[in-house]
């Protein structure tokens, strides 16, 4: 089993709608999670932590259940800016140099 | 002024031929890594250095050589070109000790083909 697991979709939506998606994680003693975002044929950068309680960001919201071992990402009044491939991330533990990467959700808004 | 930059963007060569990508950055950082994203997206961290010492060294065969000179340089020889590892190499650096370590600053990527 992976340690990081997206739905790669696509998914296809209009400008101004809401998308939300997961990611499964397999190892229950994760410590930290993340969002990035990688445009097409660039790098990836850092969209957001992840915290316990669930945090925003502008129209971002990440979401954290331990208990199910997913994170989530929903993406409020979508803009055909955000068209991009999220990656889901996993560190094992706070101190580790060692991140765990999904294969992407990607996200196409359309006008 | 670019904060992570890695030569060459492009790389295409035959099997067999030996090649190097160069990386840099500008951000005083402590900690570089070298990761590799395949045709399914996948990024797979191949080795990290923190002030010139190896501290990842995962499972890549070992005609890969990362070398740093200094901590700001961290460059990657492939020996013996195989078409598996087609792919694009991201170098990425990190501040701090290893906590630092979940957010990462990436270079733009090398592309490299191997035919």
């Known amino acids: 089993r992976k340690e990081v697991e997206q739905d790669p979709g696509p998914f296809n939506v209009p400008e101004g709608a809401t998308v939300a998606f997961n990611c499964t994680y397999s190892?229950?003693?994760?410590?930290?999670f993340f969002w990035y975002r990688q445009d097409c044929r660039k790098e990836p950068k850092l969209l957001m932590s992840?915290?316990?309680s669930g945090n925003e960001d502008g129209r971002f919201t990440a979401q954290l259940n331990r208990a199910s071992q997913y994170i989530s990402l929903l993406i409020r009044d979508s803009k055909l800016s955000d068209s991009a491939t999220y990656l889901c991330?996993?560190?094992?533990?706070?101190?580790?140099?060692?991140?765990?990467f999904g294969a992407g959700t990607t996200v196409t808004v359309r006008a | 002024d670019t904060a992570v930059s890695q030569t060459p963007k492009y790389l295409v060569t035959q099997m067999g031929n030996d090649k190097s990508i160069k990386c840099e950055q500008n951000?005083?950082?402590?900690?570089m890594y070298w990761y590799k994203q395949d045709s399914k997206k996948f990024l797979k961290i191949m080795f990290s250095?923190?002030?010139?010492?190896?501290?990842i060294n995962e499972t890549v065969p070992n005609r890969f050589s990362p070398k740093s000179p200094d901590k700001a340089h961290l460059n990657l020889h492939i020996n013996s070109l195989e078409l598996g590892d087609s792919a694009v190499y991201f170098c990425?650096?990190?501040?701090?000790?290893?906590?630092?370590?979940?957010?990462?600053?990436f270079g733009a990527g090398s592309r490299l083909t191997v035919l």
């Open positions: 250095y923190n002030n010139k010492e190896l501290i």
């Open positions: 951000l005083g950082h402590d900690t």
């Open positions: 992840v915290y316990s």
């Open positions: 990425a650096s990190s501040q701090g000790g290893a906590s630092g370590a979940n957010v990462l600053t």
């Open positions: 991330v996993v560190n094992r533990s706070y101190n580790d140099y060692k991140l765990s």
């Open positions: 190892n229950s003693a994760s410590q930290s």
